[in-house]
């Protein structure tokens, strides 16, 4: 889906994540300003949306995105997860963990409300 169509969906997500490269990202668009894929599902009613700045590596987000998600399961504030996640990724990789595997990805809404996440569709499938 391009941002265009996102905007007409009409959404009162919780939370969007947007875990793929550059969805933080996009083209001015005029007086409009920029158009991007979290920009849109705001738009489209979306709370809370986490993107991303800049192309990301794989292992990283994967890392990055389990940690987040297992703090939203404690029932932490988004912004607090997305925090949390990042921490513990310069914890566990201390040194090796330079900015450019964490620091892409942002939040934009408030986050200072936890969510309702069902751990067991977290799970992965076999």
């Known amino acids: 889906m391009e941002a265009s169509e ?5 959404t009162n997500a919780d939370l969007v994540v947007l875990s793929a490269c550059d969805t933080a990202v996009g083209s001015l668009q005029g007086e409009e300003g920029i158009a991007n894929l979290s920009l ?4 489209a009613g979306a709370k809370n949306v986490v993107s991303t700045l800049w192309s990301v590596d794989d292992t990283s987000a994967l890392y990055l995105m389990k940690r987040f998600y297992a703090h939203l399961t404690e029932r ?3 912004a607090y997860a997305l925090t949390a996640a990042k921490r513990d990724m310069l914890k566990t990789y201390g040194a090796q963990a330079i900015p450019y595997y964490w620091a892409s990805f942002r939040l934009d809404g408030v986050g200072d409300h936890p969510i309702s996440v069902n751990s067991k ?6």
């Open 6 to 10: 996102i905007v007409h969906l009409h």
């Open 40 to 43: 849109a599902f705001m738009l």
């Open 76 to 78: 932490s504030t988004v």
């Open 121 to 126: 569709s977290l799970a992965p499938t076999k």
